[in-house]
T-cell receptor, first 113, second 115 residues
Framework: QQQVKQSPQSLIVQKGGIPIINCAYE??????FPWYQQFPGKGPALLIA?????SEKKEGRFTISFNKSAKQFSLHIMDSQPGDSATYFC????????????FGKGTKLSVKP | ETGVTQSPTHLIKTRGQQVTLRCSSQ?????VSWYQQALGQGPQFIFQ???????GRGNFPPRFSGLQFPNYSSELNVNALELDDSALYLC??????????????FGPGTRLTVT
């Protein structure tokens, strides 16, 4: 059972475009939703995260939109650049001291110059 | 402030052998989690260590075991290696204090190849 479903699997946009990556979760006990960026051969890097008590969070060119009732959240990358080309993972975590991340399968983003 | 470090970077082992991977947590962090990332997949949680004790485990067999040391560094041990154990093994550390354990910071990983 896949607890966090991510789409699309891959995405190609032109420089300056706004790629949108979507995730859906099932477990309503999740209360922390981060996005990670991973370049080939590297570990995932924490990009931005949101809690379910807010509907949107912005950090620089990255925005998370969160819809608690639909159990969905998405990542928007404003003014995308070729350097943003990477694999993006959404994740969800349940609260408490035993929190572990449950990841989506990833979206490979390619930003064309 | 130093980030999460892992060693070795790459490792090639033969089926049936045993392997030990090492992780140093980020300065100020007391919780270490290990993840397995197969090619083209998202990381999967193996287990977590907090104050030198296992603090949660994913769906991995007992031949995956670990340790955390007083300085919060950690080891992942895998016995009786199988071909399917070939993956990138990631260590993530998180801090103490309200809400801090949520933010998990990953190391660069150890690429394990089992032949």
């Amino acid at each position: 059972q896949q607890q966090v479903k991510q789409s699309p699997q891959s995405l190609i946009v032109q420089k300056g475009g706004i790629p949108i990556i979507n995730c859906a979760y099932e477990n309503t006990a999740f209360d922390y939703f981060p996005w990670y960026q991973q370049f080939p051969g590297k570990g995932p890097a924490l990009l931005i995260a949101i809690r379910p008590d807010v509907s949107e969070k912005k950090e620089g060119r990255f925005t998370i939109s969160f819809n608690k009732s639909a159990k969905q959240f998405s990542l928007h990358i404003m003014d995308s650049q070729p350097g943003d080309s990477a694999t993006y993972f959404c994740a969800a975590q349940r609260g408490g001291s035993q929190g572990n991340l449950i990841f989506g399968k990833g979206t490979k983003l390619s930003v064309k110059p | 402030e130093t980030g999460v470090t892992q060693s070795p970077t790459h490792l090639i082992k033969t089926r049936g052998q045993q392997v030990t991977l090492r992780c140093s947590s980020q300065s100020g962090h007391n919780t270490v989690s290990w993840y397995q990332q197969a090619l083209g997949q998202g990381p999967q949680f193996i287990f977590q260590y907090y104050r030198e004790e296992e603090n949660g485990r994913g769906n991995f067999p007992p031949r995956f075991s670990g340790l955390q040391f007083p300085n919060y560094s950690s080891e992942l041990n895998v016995n009786a290696l199988e071909l399917d154990d070939s993956a990138l093994y990631l260590c993530a550390s998180s801090g103490q204090g309200a809400g801090k354990f949520y933010e998990q910071y990953f190391g660069p990983g150890t690429r394990l190849t089992v032949t």
